[in-house]
């Protein structure tokens, strides 16, 4: 498992005409990414297998893949190793990226580590049509090694008349003649058994084998039924102690749950009725308030009429008021006729009492 990288500059494995540049995303995604892009030189299609690690201290629930970027290639395993694997046409270019549920920022640095090519394989439509003994480690265990080797010899389809158990397999090739014993079946199920336990075994081997021996289950596909069989393990072990749970404390508080749910019911029917009434009053309050816009509408066409009529009369008063002004100005003249009549009958008085 490599380091994180404390830059964040762009990293690039090559391998058999494969290169892989791991890179950080910050501006693209909602969360910090990583993304790797796989490109071809190569003049043939080849299945690439790309491992990475979930650093320590983090789970598999630290990472998450995109639909839209070949999620349905990754495969996520419990040792905390995730690999990408997909054939790549040449000179395609495939990017790929998986995001990071972390809290810090600073903590993007433990997920920069190298990636690896782990495997360039040749795509080929049928895997199982080369000599497949060659792919082999010549240190591998003498007893598988002849075993794949003599498959090459081998019609395709199983006598269905063969006995059950086959006394020796003899070695097509003579220098393994002379330094391989008889391999009985028990012992070449068992070699089998621990080379695909030791993990060792490449993908291609896998992938062989799983035809020679009718499997049809590519590495990705029995990672996945691992991946499957780990998570039941795990709901079983979560569903023990519910159901432990639900033994002690179950009933007691399934009765609790029906005397909440009856109040529940009780209060909802008491709302029922409280709207019901709302709705009533709201009814009623409708019609009362229909007959008083109507009264008030009637006052409101008698207050019109009377201002038209004060209207009217103050028009009247404007006219009296002029018409008393014109008699106070016959008055004043009155009066002063008046006076001066007065103090002519004066002297008029005078004059006759001085001629007596």
Request: hydrophobic share 35%; aromatic share 6%; net charge negative.
């Amino acid at each position: 498992m490599s380091e994180g990288n404390q830059s964040n500059e762009p990293i690039t494995v090559d391998r058999d005409g494969i290169s892989v540049t791991k890179s950080l995303v910050v501006d693209e995604f909602p969360v910090p990414t990583i993304e790797l892009v796989l490109h071809s030189s190569r003049e043939t299609a080849a299945t690439v297998l790309v491992r990475e690690y979930v650093p320590d201290g983090y789970s598999l629930e630290s990472i998450g893949f995109h639909a839209d970027y070949e999620s349905e290639h990754w495969t996520a395993y419990q040792d905390s190793r995730i690999e990408f694997e997909r054939t790549v046409e040449p000179e395609e270019t495939v990017r790929t990226i998986y995001g990071l549920r972390i809290t810090d920022d600073t903590e993007v640095q433990e997920f920069l580590g190298d990636p690896e090519i782990v495997s360039v394989q040749e795509f080929m439509d049928s895997p199982a049509t080369g000599k497949v003994g060659e792919l082999f480690d010549p240190d591998r265990n003498d007893a598988l090694r002849s075993l794949i080797s003599s498959s090459d010899e081998q019609s395709g389809e199983p006598d269905p008349e063969a006995p059950e158990t086959a006394e020796s397999i003899e070695p097509t090739d003579t220098t393994t003649a002379e330094s391989s014993p008889p391999v009985t079946e028990g012992l070449v199920a068992e070699a089998l058994a621990e080379e695909l336990a030791s993990e060792e075994v490449s993908a291609e081997i896998r992938e062989i084998l799983s035809t020679e021996l009718g499997l049809d289950l590519s590495n990705s596909s029995e990672a996945q039924l691992r991946h499957l069989q780990t998570r039941t393990e795990d709901l079983f072990a979560y569903t023990e102690p519910v159901m432990a749970f639900l033994d002690d404390d179950g009933p007691d508080r399934l009765k609790e749950l029906e005397v909440t749910v009856l109040e529940l019911d009780e209060s909802v029917e008491q709302l029922t009725s409280r709207v019901d009434q709302l709705a009533d009053d709201l009814d009623s309050v409708d019609v009362d308030l229909a007959g008083e816009f109507g009264t008030l509408e009637g006052e409101v066409e008698s207050l019109s009429t009377q201002l038209e009529s004060i209207s009217g009369t103050a028009d009247q008063l404007d006219d009296l008021e002029e018409e008393l002004a014109a008699l106070a100005t016959q008055l004043e003249s009155a009066s002063d006729s008046i006076d001066e009549l007065t103090a002519w009958r004066d002297q008029l008085g005078e004059m006759f009492q001085g001629s007596d």
